[in-house]
């Protein structure tokens, strides 16, 4: 199996262009709603269905959300662009062009930042256009159905440079790239209803050339799994035709995941097969300083900027990643952090995507409808932090917050759940114990040094779990040890 990834000899060249359905609650260009699973066909107007005399109007909120995100990765924004047509023909598509951006898309250059080896790396960006998108075709059996309900929704296209060059890190960036559109609200970033779908270039070349070999296109992946797939496969097929003395065809080629292969589809166009020109029915999109500044001002901190403040406060690589997946718990996480104080950064952490996550998942809820607030849990782990109570008591307690509006420290007070701190009180439960287990205190004085956790246990037991274990320890030792 020599062939199966880029090897030695051979390099892989891959650039991406990602489609991403933007958030909008209507069409790019009409004002029919945007809304998933809907019945066939429900969902047009005479613009999507392109009937003569109608005409496009342009959807400003999608002008916006493209800008965010191109902000976001350092794309420069053009403060004049423009709509061109892009003519083909296919059933689910009745104007027989697709409303694109050609020469003047609205962001040019950025980066979508990936990790590697936990190093953060920028993959460089041609640009981001924006376009409608088509209906949708189903095949049954001997028929067609077209269902229109996806034509004419938002999207922008996200077109990589050639610059990524294992299968591996096309997936880490299209990965880092659902994440980051969900982070900004620029998209909902479900693969499942096809909300990003990527069309991926490959191309090989003889490692140490710099000149590009013949690329080929395969369309439309629509999971992170297929993309790693669907490319290795393709490096694989490359390497072994060019080692049989084959010669590569540009074309365009369909993943077949049950399969597990790739088939030509057709030729590849060329932009002129297209016919591009700017679309009469469009004006220019014109955007000034002012709103470009606007929006760049409400971007938040991205995700992986976040992962590296966390780790920054001490948090071990794999809770700020976890911590920063998603912004809604990062919220929640800096909200609570907040309350408590940085210096207790890992307690938050550790309580936050352990206990908490996992009571909500027992509750079937999310973090952004936790009933336990960031500051009531902050109450919480201030308890522990200044030895109030013991993590496995936090625990209890955490669980009844979830279900109650208590304050932690009034359950605790209410219960008498408190440690013990009391020394006296300890020691008259440590001797007690001693005195009734005379044959573990021999046998702990012989060398059995496992009879302290028995002696520990029973203490914990003896107070119901209120004991603080490090008290006991050490009374137990300074008995035992003499
Ligand atoms: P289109 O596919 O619409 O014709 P482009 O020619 O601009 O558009 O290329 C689209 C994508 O193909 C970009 O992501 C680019 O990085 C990638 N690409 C271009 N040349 C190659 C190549 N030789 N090998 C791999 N990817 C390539
Ligand atoms: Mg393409």
Redesign the pocket.
């Known amino acids: 199996m020599s062939a199966m990834l880029s090897n030695e000899k051979w390099e892989a060249?891959?650039?991406?262009?990602v489609h991403v359905q933007l958030a909008t609650k209507s069409k790019a260009f009409s004002a029919s709603a945007v809304q998933y699973g809907a019945a066939p066909n429900s969902l047009t107007d005479p613009t999507v269905l392109a009937l003569p005399g109608s005409l496009p109007v342009f959807n400003e909120e999608g002008l916006r959300l493209a800008m965010r995100l191109g902000l976001a990765l350092g794309c420069t924004i053009a403060k004049h662009s423009r709509f061109a047509r892009k003519h083909y023909f296919y059933p689910d598509q009745p104007a027989g062009y697709q409303i694109s951006q050609y020469d003047e898309p609205i962001c040019a250059g950025g980066s979508v930042p990936i990790l590697e080896d936990g190093v953060r790396k920028e993959i460089a960006l041609?640009r981001i256009h924006l376009e409608n998108d088509a209906g949708k075709n189903n095949h049954a059996g001997a028929r067609s159905l077209v269902d229109l309900n996806r034509a004419g929704v938002a999207l922008c296209e996200v077109?990589?440079?050639?610059v990524l060059r294992s299968a591996t890190e096309a997936a880490d960036y299209m990965r880092s790239l659902r994440q980051i559109v969900r982070f900004l609200g620029v998209s909902e970033g479900d693969m499942e209803k096809g909300h990003l779908r990527c069309?991926a270039?490959?191309?090989i070349r003889p490692r140490g050339r710099e000149a590009?070999?013949?690329?080929t296109?395969l369309k439309n992946i629509n999971s992170f799994k297929f993309v790693q797939q669907a490319i290795e496969h393709e490096i694989a097929r490359q390497i072994r035709a060019l080692e049989a003395g084959e010669t590569i065809v540009q074309e365009t080629r369909l993943w077949d995941a049950d399969a597990g292969r790739s088939r030509s589809m057709r030729g590849k166009e060329e932009?002129l097969d297209y016919r591009y020109f700017p679309d009469p029915d469009l004006p220019p999109l014109e955007v000034s300083d002012a709103t470009i500044e606007q929006i760049r001002s409400e971007l938040p901190e991205l995700p992986l900027d976040a992962r590296a403040r966390l780790i920054a406060l001490g948090l071990a690589a794999a809770d700020a990643e976890q911590l920063s997946s998603e912004r809604r718990l990062l919220a929640y996480y800096d909200a609570t952090l907040a309350s408590l104080g940085k210096s207790n950064a890992k307690l938050a952490a550790n309580w936050v995507s352990g206990a908490l996550l996992a009571e909500l998942g027992r509750l079937g809820k999310s973090i952004g409808d936790s009933p336990l607030e960031p500051a009531r849990l902050a109450g919480l782990l201030k308890l522990i932090a200044d030895d109030t109570i013991s993590g496995k008591i936090a625990k209890g307690i955490l669980a009844r917050m979830m279900e109650s509006p208590d304050e932690a420290k009034d359950i605790v007070e209410r219960e008498g759940l408190g440690q013990i701190t009391d020394s006296s009180a300890l020691e008259a439960i440590v001797d007690e114990l001693l005195d009734n287990n005379p044959k573990q205190v021999q046998g702990y004085r012989e060398g059995n040094q496992k009879l302290l956790g028995f002696f520990v246990g029973q203490v914990m037991k003896a107070t119901g779990g209120k004991a603080n274990p490090k008290m006991v320890n050490q009374l137990l030792r300074a008995r035992l040890d003499t």
């Open positions: 060249v891959i650039g991406l262009e041609t077109v990589s440079e050639p069309d270039n490959v191309s590009f070999g013949t690329r296109e932009a």
